[in-house]
């Protein structure tokens, strides 16, 4: 309606313009935070966020399955060890390993979707590859190579000993070959058994006296005197003629210069 001189009330399209520039001016640059620090509000999406960020993380560095030796984080390395089920074993000191992260209480076993595949096929990539630390089992036939004395038998315990059994591996390094060079333990009739101190107590295994690489973690005198207590009684391995004994880093060591021997001819 116009506004007539004699009325002094302003007009519905005056009073529209005020109000419309009122609500602009006053909501320009003004930031109303009084909703964002309200507890009420606040509070819950801390916990919240907190929740999903400890959740992840203790997911990563626990529950999480690690496939294979070369996805190990670095901070695994002599901090932590892998739990998991194995599933075959290669010679007498080393075999294949499937991670489950949290064993039983994580749902590995009896969840149907948190299950050790049972087919090799189901296996491939999917294995962490682990070397006995700190011990040496006669080698098998293998590259050519004839097999050491006792190297099957090594083979045939190790086997009987861990595999389709949990066992749990203190990793110390990822060596040249891609395996974790691990302590290993597995509970026997309730007890907890070093693998590897086991093996040289049977006389199937010898110290590893590689030059650079050993790993023993704090066992080494432990080891060692397993080592000889073993020779003492006379155990496996130990039962060979003194002359006619050749520990596994000598066998290798001859099979190194005679292929390099081969290898001279060859090039003649």
Known sequence: MPNWPWNSKPSDDDDKKKRIGFA????????????????????????????????????????????????????FWRRRSVFGRVTSVGDGDNFRLFH???????????????????????????????????????????????SQPFGQEALNWLTKYILDRRVRAYVYRRDQYDRAVATVYVRRWLLRKDVGLEMLRQGLATIYEAKTGAEFGVLEGKYRRAEQWAKLKRKGMWKTKRKEFESPRDYKTRMGNE?????????R
Do not use: M
Not at 24 to 45: A, E, G, I, M, Q
Not at 102 to 108: M, Q, S, V
Not at 127 to 146: K, M, Q, S
């Open 259 to 267: 292929n390099g021997e081969h290898k001279a001819s060859d090039i």
């Open 100 to 146: 489950t992260p949290g064993g039983r209480l994580a749902g590995w076993g009896w969840l149907p979707w948190r299950r050790v595949p049972k087919e090799k096929k189901g296996l491939v990539d999917k294995t962490i590859h682990i070397r006995l630390a700190g011990v040496d089992a006669p080698e098998l036939a293998h590259f050519g190579r004839p």
């Open 24 to 75: 602009w001016s006053n909501s320009l640059n003004t930031t109303d935070w009084k909703h964002f620090t309200d507890p009420r509000n606040l509070v819950p999406v801390l916990l919240l966020s907190g929740t999903i960020i400890g959740s992840y993380a203790f997911y990563r560095s626990y529950l999480r399955r690690i496939p294979q030796a070369n996805f190990i984080s670095p901070s």
